[in-house]
């Protein structure tokens, strides 16, 4: 059983993410998608609230689940019995952080291997904090996020205001 860890923020989760989960899928046997508490990023969803929506977006892919973590990354694979860790990479400016990220998780633990996967191009503009940054001035994220999270941010939004 080959299973891999797809760690982040996922504030919201965003078809760029949706587009390398679908990819990781074919790939392995089960994808975790795991969810970070990263509360240095001062996130909009809360933690459950973004489990919800990221549950909701692969309910269509039998292999894929969606979890949250607190403790450290390679320990929380460890602990799942994976055997890789997904991070996505859109540009050049992703590299430097990621090359850094894998290494160092190495480090941690030898057995734990990093793999990229690159979006299908349309996508790798995607952020989602640029996503956060249009809902707030009122613009529609209909192309770059699934239905459900394109609502979730507008009530999320309304109540902010
Ligand atoms: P983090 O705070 O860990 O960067 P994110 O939720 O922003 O969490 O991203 C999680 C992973 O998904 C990262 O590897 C990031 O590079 C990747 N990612 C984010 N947006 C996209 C996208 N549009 N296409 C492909 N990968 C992406």
Do not use: C, W
């Amino acid at each position: 059983m080959r299973t891999a860890i797809y760690p982040g923020s996922f504030d919201p989760l965003t078809n760029g993410h949706l587009d390398v989960i679908e990819r990781a899928a074919k790939l392995f046997d089960r994808v975790v998608v795991a969810i970070a508490i990263n509360e240095s990023k001062n996130p909009l969803f809360s933690l459950a609230e973004r489990r919800e929506l990221v549950s909701r977006s692969v309910e269509h892919l039998k292999n894929v689940e969606a979890d949250t973590f607190t403790s450290l990354l390679v320990d929380y694979v460890e602990q799942r019995s994976g055997q890789a860790i997904i991070r996505g990479l859109r540009a050049v400016s992703d590299f430097e952080f990621e090359f850094q990220l894998a290494l160092m998780n190495r480090k941690l633990n030898e057995r734990v291997e990093t793999i990229f996967m690159v979006p299908k191009d349309t996508y790798t503009f995607l952020s989602s904090r640029i996503v956060k940054e249009i809902a707030r001035l009122g613009g529609d994220v209909g192309a770059f996020v699934p239905p459900h999270v394109k609502e979730a941010l507008k009530k999320k939004l309304s109540k902010a205001r």
